[in-house]
């Protein structure tokens, strides 16, 4: 019996970022903000659970994350599809200097291609539909990143 040889791969193919490979750069995050985002997600307040409840059943056939690693940050929950990164700000975001540092986080994240949504969370607890059907909408308002193709690309030599 003869093994047939494996083949190398191509470029842009496999583990190594020199040759176009590592994976998506939205999923590349330092290991300490990963190990956080994993313990955040342990971790989460009661209006981020309720809402993490609602956002697994992919609303609008978007799929959710939650306590996504980006941009240094741990984001609450993230449509990949729609880039958008969602916070759910607690009463703790009204105090001191907590708005100027959140300013800050919402500007590296959008500076990262990711528009930002802050939902309070008595909102969360009071309206949860109205807050579901919000993000829903703002997902759609942004649209998907790719589209699907209407067919296989035309061959050569024909009109698009």
């Known amino acids: ?7 190398p791969p191509r ?16 999923l590349q995050a330092p290991i300490r903000v990963v190990k956080r985002a994993r313990r955040l997600r342990k971790e989460m307040s009661l209006p981020e659970v309720l809402l993490w409840q609602e956002l697994r059943k992919r609303p609008g056939g978007f799929k959710f994350r939650k306590q996504f690693p980006q941009a240094d940050f741990s984001v609450d929950f993230a449509c990949l599809a729609a880039r958008l990164a969602i916070e759910v700000d607690g009463e703790a975001h009204d105090r001191g200097d907590q708005s100027a540092f959140d300013e800050k986080r919402d500007q590296r994240l959008l500076s990262a291609g990711f528009s930002v949504i802050r939902i309070p969370a008595r909102e969360v607890l009071a309206n949860m539909d109205g807050v579901v ?7 759609n308002e942004v649209g998907p990143l790719h589209h699907p193709s209407g067919g296989p690309p035309p061959r050569c030599g024909e009109d698009l």
């Open 133 to 139: 059907a919000g993000i829903v909408a703002r997902c």
């Open 11 to 26: 470029n842009g193919e496999g583990d190594q970022p020199k040759a176009g490979g590592g994976g998506p750069r939205v």
């Open 1 to 7: 019996m003869e093994i047939a040889p494996s083949n």
